[in-house]
């Protein structure tokens, strides 16, 4: 990239930079030492403002990047994300959002305790949270080093190294300092800028086609190298048995997953409300869907114009077609419509990054606070307090994601984060509706639910093609790879529903029918609520 590039995307990067902190510096000077506060801003955002936080926490470096890279290498396939991320709201609309509200404070584990024994319940829910959290980290991580190497014009170890760092780094400082006040108007912000992004960029592709989407199709396949077959199913699904049931699996994690990640979970209690957050899923839900739509506009657009040979020479994986793409609208390397764009895109990107990555922290370092710090501590020391312990675990979980994001930085975007979906939808989800909904579940059930979920999710990608065995995974000279799909869904999903049924069938504890009804009536009216 040109000198040009270089210091109007940096000037960019900066202000938005300085933006964010101006705001968490001035939140931090309001009071942050209650757990409320800290958490939950305070309860005082309103059903718009949070549906646009849930929408900048939502629509991550994943959607921007990674999906319209999958769109523009593998066509109709690369597709899955888009559909599979926007129907998944149904299931938090129609399931989740205003049970969830009612029956908890802060996290997961405040639902699922509210009628079982309080202490392994919270320490199986918060590992898990933790667990999804972390690889949710590593998908932006690696967003974050993939723009900022193409921006500084190489692929240099060293330009990612620091940026990954940088990343980590500024949003510890954003949690630390801001809560949940500050990551909150942080996501309002970057959720305007990146549908604005979104909307320009869609708008330029379909004028440079005349608003002719079949000619645009037809274009990208011509230009694939695939022809017709690019605008049907099975070019990265396709091919055999073991592809098609992969298919199948990350459709299954991407529906299922939204409903059990934490920090969307977390939105919830940011407003005062069932009734607001039922209203806050409604506003994200018209933002993301229109945002998804885009994305398929942008990824066969990439494909038109850049064409899959040249998205792959910057960025195997397919993560930097779209900064490519807004380069080619502006009108070519070296122009100067092309540099603004470029420029104005990656900003937008990286400010995604920031915004995403500042939600998941918070949500992590809560779990690591309310429910597993709560619960391992020695009986009879001083207890420390649960924010500042949030804040230390901010810094902890800052720089494992830091560590993971340095070593997955070759691979998909889009695809990291098809598996933290998986682990939620294996662990999560099964306990959440289980508690919601099932009047003889006991503790018993709840813990095995998230265990039998969490360990087979981890173990299956550990020994699938994503860390071993072929030259696009982690370790390319190993080969420990004893499970064929590269998403652990298909098996790791119903392993945790049935894993909750046979330890609450198994379990001698007598389910409390008082605990459940009083729950029951608190998740559908509300009273009691906190």
């Not at 005349?210 to 699904?237: I, K």
């Not at 933002?287 to 739509?293: P, S």
């Not at 937008?348 to 939600?359: D, H, K, R």
Request: with cysteine; charged share 10%; proline share 3%.
């Amino acid at each position: 990239m040109t000198g040009d590039h270089q210091t109007l995307a940096l000037l960019l990067f900066s202000t938005f930079v300085a933006v964010t902190l101006g705001i968490t510096t001035w939140v931090s000077r309001h009071r942050q030492g209650s757990a409320e506060e800290f958490y939950a801003g305070g309860r005082l955002f309103s059903p718009m403002e949070n549906g646009f936080a849930i929408a900048g926490d939502y629509m991550s470096a994943a959607s921007f990047l990674g999906i319209s890279g999958l769109i523009a290498l593998y066509g109709y396939d690369g597709m899955l994300y888009s559909v599979g991320f926007l129907v998944a709201w149904l299931v938090v609309l129609f399931l989740v959002a205003e049970l969830v509200r009612n029956c908890g404070r802060f996290t997961l584990a405040d639902v699922v305790a509210s009628r079982m024994r309080e202490r392994p319940v919270r320490i199986a829910a918060g590992t898990s949270s933790v667990t999804v959290s972390v690889l949710y980290l590593v998908a932006q991580m690696v967003g974050a080093g993939s723009l900022v190497a193409l921006l500084l014009g190489g692929t240099t170890e060293a330009a990612r190294t620091w940026t990954v760092i940088g990343v980590g780094a500024l949003m510890v400082i954003y949690v630390s300092l801001g809560g949940m006040r500050a990551t909150t108007w942080i996501q309002i912000v970057k959720a305007v800028l990146l549908l604005g992004g979104t909307v320009a960029l869609t708008t330029l592709v379909l004028v440079r086609f005349q608003g002719d989407f079949d000619r645009l199709l037809r274009t990208a396949a011509e230009r694939s190298g695939h022809g017709e077959a690019f605008l049907a199913p099975g070019l990265a699904y396709g091919g055999d048995w073991t592809s098609r049931f992969d298919f199948i699996s990350l459709g299954l994690a991407l529906v299922l997953g939204t409903a059990g990640l934490p920090h969307i979970l977390s939105r919830f209690y940011t407003v005062p409300t069932a009734r607001a957050a039922r209203r806050s899923v409604v506003w994200s839900i018209g933002l993301i869907g229109g945002f998804y739509l885009m994305t398929i506009v942008l990824g066969f657009g990439a494909a038109a114009l850049v064409g899959p040979d040249a998205v792959r020479a910057s960025n195997a994986a397919g993560n930097t077609a779209v900064p490519l793409l807004a380069l080619d609208l502006g009108g070519g390397a070296g122009s100067t419509g092309g540099t603004v764009l470029f420029a104005v895109v990656a900003a937008i990107a990286f400010a995604t990054i920031l915004a995403v990555v500042a939600g998941i922290t918070l949500a992590s370092s809560a779990s690591v606070a309310h429910d597993l710090y709560a619960s391992l501590r020695r009986r009879g020391k001083e207890p420390r307090s649960e924010v500042a312990v949030a804040r230390i675990a901010a810094v902890g979980i800052g720089a494992v994601a830091i560590g993971l994001g340095l070593l997955a930085r070759d691979l998909n975007v889009a695809f990291l984060v098809g598996l933290a979906f998986a682990v939620a939808a294996s662990a999560n989800l099964p306990v959440l509706l289980y508690s919601l909904f099932w009047r003889g579940f006991t503790t018993r059930g709840a813990v095995w639910a998230v265990y039998g979920g969490l360990v087979p999710a981890v173990v299956l990608v550990l020994l699938s093609p994503v860390v071993s065995g072929g030259p696009q995974s982690l370790f390319p000279d190993a080969d420990f790879q004893y499970f064929p799909l590269q998403n652990p869904g298909l098996v790791s999903v119903p392993l945790g529903f049935l894993a909750g049924w046979l330890g609450t069938v198994t379990s001698p504890e007598v389910p409390d029918e008082a605990k459940h009804a009083e729950t029951e009536v608190r998740s559908l009216t509300g009273a009691g609520a906190v």
